[in-house]
């Protein structure tokens, strides 16, 4: 006969203080936890929300980013002719030669200045991205100093907002527009004219970068192919989407340091419900012998432990969820170690990681709560009854 869940949910109330101090604990665990979660989570969004799999980017071979790429004109007259790659109304290949190269802006909460990231491109490059559009103003203007800013930056760079001047290169240049691309890192981007860009940091004919749309998936995978092979060209390429998504190893030290801090809480926070529930056996030990005596099980009674002590850690684990539920939405950024620039992007606290820090403070509970439900169960029924 199992033992009521009622006995167990009167025992945490009459025990309310040293309830709330075990749930407390394991709360912070799992908000730890959980905020590390949502920050690697929403830099691995951002990230993978960016390109478009029928895009293939082509780089100088051995660059492993576009801000160390080189690809220059000359090559990028050979390289958007290629068979596969899609053509748009006029008949012109759907072809961007880029550039891209960082410049520094400062904030309230960095005086000393952040390393953004600047895109040189033409408007065909604009156009590339289906999933851009302008939230505010309009597009920059061939051959003149004006810049479009992504939503993030408006957000986070005051100086670069509608209607200011950033200065870079050999002058300033009018924010003239604020644009978004959903979720993707477009948003942590400065988009101006690729001539003037060019010209503004004397790189005229070593450029970045060729974005090139295919006009489908099984023409992408060969344009990848043909460009590798093509020793001629002295270029690599790979799908958009695959460049992002070797950007998100940004996280990973942040993710073993939070990782770290969450397992040394978890081991303190396991030993702080042990000792909590190691302190209600003691306290209840008549009450042990009581229910032996009443016809229930040592099974019974180390269930009933086993689940209280569960059941606790399940309620520091919902507290922890609402510890870092503000979090949900909140715009930062992080160094991206390819880019040398700052990725900006939303912490992202979705019900999937909700449950998985539910999940971990149970298994604290459960871990904090077995040894001393054995304890209890082992009681011999006249041994507890004496107990004081």
Not at 150 to 167: D, L, Q, Y
Request: positive net charge; aromatic residues 6%.
């Amino acid at each position: 006969m199992a033992i009521p869940i009622t006995y167990n949910l009167r025992n945490l109330i009459v025990r309310k203080t040293t309830s709330i101090m075990a749930a407390l604990g394991i709360a912070l665990t799992v908000a730890v936890l959980l905020a590390v979660m949502s920050l690697v989570h929403g830099l691995d969004t951002s990230l993978k929300a960016t390109g478009n799999p029928l895009h293939v980017l082509v780089l100088r071979k051995g660059a492993n980013s576009e801000l160390v790429s080189g690809v220059s004109r000359e090559q990028f007259q050979d390289i958007k002719f290629k068979p596969g790659i899609a053509r748009d109304k006029a008949g012109e290949p759907f072809a961007s030669l880029e550039i891209v190269t960082v410049i520094n802006l400062t904030s309230v909460d960095a005086p000393d200045g952040v390393n953004v990231t600047l895109r040189g491109l033409n408007p065909i490059g604009v156009e590339l991205r289906d999933e851009l559009k302008l939230v505010n103003g309009r597009w920059f203007q061939p051959g003149k100093r004006e810049v479009v800013v992504g939503a993030s930056i408006a957000k986070r760079f005051p100086g670069a907002r509608m209607g200011e001047k950033i200065h870079f290169g050999r002058g300033d240049w009018d924010v003239v527009g604020v644009m978004q691309a959903g979720q993707s890192a477009v948003n942590s981007e400065i988009f101006g004219d690729l001539n003037q860009v060019s010209s503004d940091f004397n790189r005229s004919e070593a450029l970045s970068s060729a974005l090139l749309r295919t006009t489908d998936a099984v023409s992408a995978d060969a344009l990848v192919k043909a460009l590798q092979d093509d020793q001629r060209l002295n270029v690599s390429s790979q799908l958009e989407t695959e460049y992002y998504s070797k950007q998100t190893t940004a996280a990973l030290p942040i993710q073993f340091l939070g990782g770290l801090v969450a397992v040394i809480m978890a081991v303190g926070s396991s030993f702080a419900a042990m000792n909590t529930m190691y302190a209600a056996v003691a306290r209840r030990s008549r009450e042990i012998g009581t229910l032996r005596v009443l016809g229930f099980s040592r099974g019974s009674i180390l269930l009933s432990f086993f689940a209280e002590s569960v059941l606790l850690a399940g309620v520091g684990g919902l507290l922890g969820c609402l510890l870092v539920l503000p979090l949900n939405g909140l715009t930062t950024g992080i160094g991206n170690f390819a880019t040398f620039s700052e990725t900006s992007f939303n912490l992202t606290v979705s019900p999937s990681i909700m449950a998985s820090g539910i999940a971990f403070a149970m298994l604290l509970g459960a871990v904090g709560g077995f040894f001393p439900a054995r304890s209890a169960a082992k009681r011999e029924i006249l041994v507890a009854l004496r107990a004081v």
